[in-house]
């Protein structure tokens, strides 16, 4: 092979492998709808109105389609960009989101995760969803690998970043929220 050819792809590798999408806060500009895929031919989930609050995932379009969270009703789904304001990018939550906690006795990681709020919060990890009630604890079985992640809640800015989980390990993870006086 190529020598030339063998470094691009090692440098087209490795910047696949470090390069993490963006977030984003956003407000609707006019009335729209709120859908389950990118596309008009996707059902409604709901009507947003303009200056709704809204967390962009990413500026990554889907068929001109941005993947979003309506802040106020924790409700997940697409928005056509036409209809989107984009404003302050959010950063990556630091230094993970799960606390080791000892071995799991088991090839799996197992997550135990508290809800400690009043709110009911949705843990998304890849493309899986899990949702948690006030207060509730749960222990997750997952696979050894790297998760992006975010965590949302009714009327809170969205928590999203990634996270390596490896085996034979046990995890915790709280969810608070956090209130910031400006």
Do not use: C
């Not at 106020?72 to 036409?82: I, L």
């Not at 509730?136 to 390596?164: M, Q």
């Amino acid at each position: 092979m190529n020598l030339k050819l063998l470094l691009f792809l090692l440098i087209i590798l490795f910047a696949g492998q470090t390069s993490y999408s963006q977030s984003y806060l956003g407000t609707i500009s006019k009335q729209v709808n709120l859908r389950e895929g990118p596309g008009t031919d996707y059902p409604v989930i709901a009507s947003l109105k303009p200056k709704t609050q809204i967390f962009i995932v990413s500026l990554e379009t889907e068929d001109d389609f941005y993947s979003v969270i309506d802040i106020a009703t924790n409700k997940s789904g697409y928005v056509h960009k036409n209809y989107v304001t984009v404003g302050k990018e959010l950063p990556q939550s630091e230094g993970g989101l799960f606390t080791p906690s000892g071995s799991s006795g088991q090839e799996s990681p197992e997550v135990e995760i508290f809800n400690n709020t009043s709110k009911t919060m949705t843990l998304k990890l890849n493309s899986d969803s899990y949702t948690f009630r006030p207060k509730e604890k749960k222990t997750l079985t997952l696979s050894a690998i790297s998760y992006s992640f975010i965590a949302s809640a009714p009327g809170v800015i969205p928590n999203y970043g990634s996270e390596r989980l490896e085996s034979n390990t046990r995890y915790t993870w709280e969810f608070y929220i956090v209130t910031r006086y400006r």
